[in-house]
């Protein structure tokens, strides 16, 4: 997919903005409002742009435990028989086919460590599986980044999973929550059809939401390979995972256009670094970069292709 200076601005600029009036973004990006809402059309039209959801914090929805699931498969096609049911689980967020080790990325939400040991009972408790191997991740530090490779510089500062109680939420706001959470741009005007309220008390319910932080901000889900990227998770060991490794880390992501997120990990791996490459070029000199940056350190990496054609995002699947 060709794309112009002015493509990149204004996806830069929805990234994390694209819930504002389509004047406002035009105003912003210096396009006119007939050239954003082509433009937007466009880009949902040839799949560039696949979903528009928001960003919550689970853990004000009662969900104060996080996990990432790596899986192992006997045979491949058991795990693209396992993705089938992913869609119906209460408690999964988001998945998607991985490339060496393992076989399936899960990120999973649950209300307590009771639920999540649970889940992964049942995961074994099922013959059909045949799950050989699994790695269980529970983020103790998160940082989200904006697409740097877009030249922007937007500062994101929240975490998704805070351990204050769970907020006080009616019907109503439960139902503003599932509707965004399938389509975040969706109209006012058909927020408050389905809700069965005025346009006014549903901005005013939606700015109380976000006031409150429970939602956080925005994302886009791209087609990624239309943009020229696709996604590398790299898992990171250090026998001594110290203070200082952990800074440095930091530091690195935070000056590298490449990365996507970072977190770390009590348990192995430690750290998880999502990246975003062009080519196989750049994975190699990341990787050459982290093992020069810890050329004192003991460190095992292991890296991991996400097929991302393939990936699901269901950011509210308890309301689904």
Same mark, same amino acid.
């Given at each position: 997919?060709?794309?112009?200076?002015?493509?990149?601005?204004?996806?830069?600029?929805?990234?994390?903005?694209?819930?504002?009036?389509?004047?406002?973004?035009?105003?912003?990006?210096?396009?006119?409002?007939? $050239?954003?809402?082509?433009?937007?059309?466009?880009?949902?039209?040839?799949?560039?742009?696949?979903?528009?959801?928001?960003?919550?914090?689970?853990?004000?929805?009662?969900?104060?435990?996080?996990?990432?699931?790596?899986?192992?498969?006997?045979?491949?096609?058991?795990?693209?028989?396992?993705? /089938?049911?992913?869609?119906?689980?209460?408690?999964?967020?988001?998945?998607?086919?991985?490339?060496?080790?393992?076989?399936?990325?899960?990120?999973?939400?649950?209300?307590?460590?009771?639920?999540?040991?649970?889940?992964?009972?049942?995961?074994?408790?099922?013959?059909?599986?045949?799950?050989?191997?699994?790695?269980?991740? /529970?983020?103790?530090?998160?940082?989200?980044?904006?697409?740097?490779?877009?030249?922007?510089?937007?500062?994101?500062?929240?975490?998704?999973?805070?351990?204050?109680?769970?907020?006080?939420?009616?019907?109503?706001?439960?139902?503003?929550?599932?509707?965004?959470?399938?389509?975040?741009?969706?109209?006012?005007?058909?927020?408050?059809?389905?809700?069965?309220?005025?346009?006014?008390?549903?901005?005013?319910?939606?700015?109380?939401?976000?006031?409150?932080?429970?939602?956080?901000?925005?994302?886009? $889900?791209?087609?990624?390979?239309?943009?020229?990227?696709?996604?590398?998770?790299?898992?990171?060991?250090?026998?001594?995972?110290?203070?200082?490794? /952990?800074?440095?880390?930091?530091?690195?992501?935070?000056?590298?256009?490449?990365?996507?997120?970072?977190?770390?990990?009590? $348990? /192995?791996?430690?750290?998880?670094?999502?990246?975003?490459?062009?080519?196989?070029?750049?994975?190699?000199?990341?990787?050459?970069?982290?093992?020069?940056?810890?050329?004192?350190?003991?460190?095992?990496?292991?890296?991991?292709?996400?097929?991302?054609?393939?990936?699901?995002?269901?950011?509210?699947?308890?309301?689904?």
């Amino acid at each position: 997919m060709k794309l112009k200076e002015t493509d990149y601005k204004l996806l830069s600029y929805l990234y994390h903005s694209y819930n504002e009036p389509l004047s406002k973004i035009a105003k912003a990006t210096k396009l006119s409002r007939d $050239q954003v809402e082509y433009r937007l059309n466009k880009y949902l039209k040839e799949g560039l742009i696949r979903k528009f959801f928001p960003v919550f914090d689970y853990g004000k929805l009662g969900y104060s435990v996080f996990v990432i699931l790596l899986l192992e498969f006997e045979i491949p096609k058991m795990a693209e028989d396992f993705s /089938k049911n992913l869609s119906k689980s209460k408690n999964c967020m988001t998945y998607g086919k991985v490339y060496g080790k393992y076989d399936l990325w899960l990120e999973c939400i649950f209300k307590n460590e009771k639920e999540l040991n649970e889940f992964i009972f049942k995961l074994f408790e099922n013959e059909n599986n045949f799950i050989i191997n699994y790695v269980l991740i /529970k983020p103790q530090f998160a940082e989200l980044y904006p697409l740097k490779f877009f030249n922007y510089s937007y500062k994101e500062d929240y975490l998704p999973f805070s351990e204050q109680k769970k907020a006080r939420l009616d019907k109503t706001d439960l139902k503003i929550l599932k509707i965004l959470s399938e389509n975040a741009r969706t109209k006012l005007i058909e927020i408050a059809d389905k809700t069965g309220i005025s346009a006014e008390l549903a901005l005013y319910r939606i700015k109380r939401l976000k006031k409150e932080k429970i939602i956080l901000g925005n994302r886009i $889900q791209f087609d990624m390979s239309l943009l020229g990227y696709f996604f590398v998770n790299v898992l990171i060991n250090f026998r001594n995972f110290s203070e200082k490794n /952990k800074e440095e880390i930091k530091l690195f992501a935070k000056n590298s256009k490449n990365i996507n997120s970072l977190i770390f990990n009590l $348990q /192995k791996p430690n750290c998880i670094i999502s990246f975003l490459y062009k080519n196989v070029k750049e994975v190699k000199e990341s990787i050459e970069k982290i093992r020069n940056l810890f050329k004192d350190d003991s460190i095992e990496i292991d890296v991991l292709l996400t097929g991302e054609d393939e990936e699901k995002i269901r950011s509210l699947p308890l309301l689904e």
